[in-house]
């Protein structure tokens, strides 16, 4: 469905136009672009738009906006993202989102209920619940958008997809893919060793004065209320809460099982299940694994994809029979040969088999880098690379291995539904509801 949406929206975009920018003004004119979120990548992705016109910023850190103000002094200022569009949604043709996780959707949903654009960084959402909602809502809007996940535009990555597609290994069965980082819930020791920010394996007792420009009660948004502490801010130590963000899985994995994703045109998965440590009720794991399994697609047979995060690693890293990289995705073909990737090295296993094999020719377009991107798709009428109807569904598949993570088993997934079939207890990880005054309904 979400494979099949992506190219409904390549097709229309061109043939209808797009309701902002592109049906009123040159390709060649400036965006209206509202920046929400302004620090950390905020910062940068204000810094990769400058070359349009930047005339509402927004941002709960008035130390945050303040610097922000500086490359972009004409521009609009707003602490509260909600009065911004109250205030801005007709003067506007673009919003940059690069808000904590947790107010993605919140951030995201106005942008497309009103025809414009969206950039919104990785993890596009929560929770599944709020992709869904989304990707149904980018998709009805018909506009540019581009999850940053910046590593899409990297050329390693763009010189694997041809490669797999090529079938330079064969039909691919098993797919793993590792990450290194640990933050997260684990023993003190274990904390210390892995450099993880956090002072704390449990919710503070005590409260903390709040920054003096920090507006807490807006950061805090939709999630349940809890007082300050430095537990939480400033990022990224709000990312392994639940109530604020999914941990190392759907934050690294929105980087590294975009590889997969892309290259195997994956989607919904048709089973889950995960293990690691005891779940906690409130702090994503530092250490977990989670195993998607996936039908036969076209020509292509079904495949399963592992992910591993901290401790974990495949069994070829385990014994040896691959580099001992500390990131990587192994792709295993059919006729036993492997890709290994990383960000920047790309290797065909075994490396004397593939001495004389003559890589494909590269088809996929070097890229300018994803924001600009994104702005060209928006001028032109057409779709970003890493756009929310394929973004959208990576986003989920993510979110669900920290469900069945929490759940505590195999879980049978009913996409279209938004259903466990052999769990419907599990559901309750699909969403939340949220704090009162917070709504994602339009």
Not at 299 to 313: A, D, F, H, I, V
């Amino acid at each position: 469905m979400p494979l099949k949406r992506r190219s409904f929206l390549k097709a229309s975009a061109t043939t209808l136009g797009f309701p902002a920018i592109v049906s009123s003004q040159s390709p060649n004119s400036k965006l209206q672009i509202a920046i929400i979120g302004a620090g950390g990548r905020g910062g940068s992705n204000l810094k990769a738009c400058l070359g349009e016109d930047i005339v509402a910023l927004c941002d709960v850190n008035g130390k945050n906006l303040a610097k922000a103000a500086l490359s972009a002094p004409e521009a609009r200022k707003y602490i509260d993202f909600r009065e911004l569009y109250a205030a801005e949604t007709d003067k506007i043709d673009a919003v940059v989102v690069s808000t904590t996780e947790h107010t993605h959707a919140f951030a995201t949903l106005p942008a497309l209920r009103a025809g414009k654009h969206v950039y919104c960084e990785k993890p596009l959402t929560r929770d599944v619940v709020e992709c869904r909602k989304v990707i149904e809502a980018a998709a009805e809007a018909g506009v540019a958008t581009q999850m940053g996940t910046q590593i899409h535009a990297g050329s390693n990555y763009r010189r694997t997809v041809e490669l797999i597609q090529a079938g330079a290994i064969g039909n691919v069965s098993e797919v793993h893919v590792w990450v290194s980082r640990a933050w997260g819930w684990q023993s003190k020791e274990d904390a210390i060793a892995n450099r993880d920010l956090i002072s704390t394996q449990e919710r503070p007792t005590e409260e903390m004065p709040v920054p003096a420009d920090l507006d807490w009660d807006r950061w805090i948004g939709p999630a349940p209320w809890r007082p300050f502490h430095t537990d939480y801010f400033p990022g990224p130590r709000w990312y392994r809460w639940w109530d604020f963000g999914n941990g190392t899985m759907s934050d690294l994995g929105s980087h590294r099982i975009d590889l997969p994703f892309w290259a195997l045109n994956l989607d919904a998965p048709l089973s889950i299940e995960a293990g690691g440590p005891p779940a906690h009720p409130e702090i994503a794991p530092a250490s977990m694994w989670a195993k998607y399994e996936y039908g036969p697609r076209g020509n292509r047979p079904g495949l399963s994809l592992t992910w591993y995060q901290g401790t974990e690693k495949p069994e070829a890293w385990k014994n040896g029979s691959i580099p001992k990289w500390a990131n990587g995705c192994l792709f295993v073909g059919d006729d036993g040969k492997m890709l290994l990737s990383d960000y920047s090295k790309l290797v065909l296993l075994p490396e004397a088999e593939f001495q004389s094999y003559v890589r494909p020719a590269e088809t996929i377009p070097p890229s300018p880098g994803q924001q600009a991107e994104w702005i060209a798709a928006a001028k032109a009428g057409e779709t970003g690379m890493c756009d929310f109807s394929y973004s959208g569904p990576l986003t989920e598949a993510n979110h669900l291995g920290n469900v069945a993570f929490r759940a505590g088993k195999k879980l049978n997934w009913d996409t279209r539904n938004l259903k466990f079939t052999n769990a419907p207890e599990a559901e309750k990880f699909l969403g939340r509801e949220y704090r009162e005054g917070w709504s994602l309904e339009a």
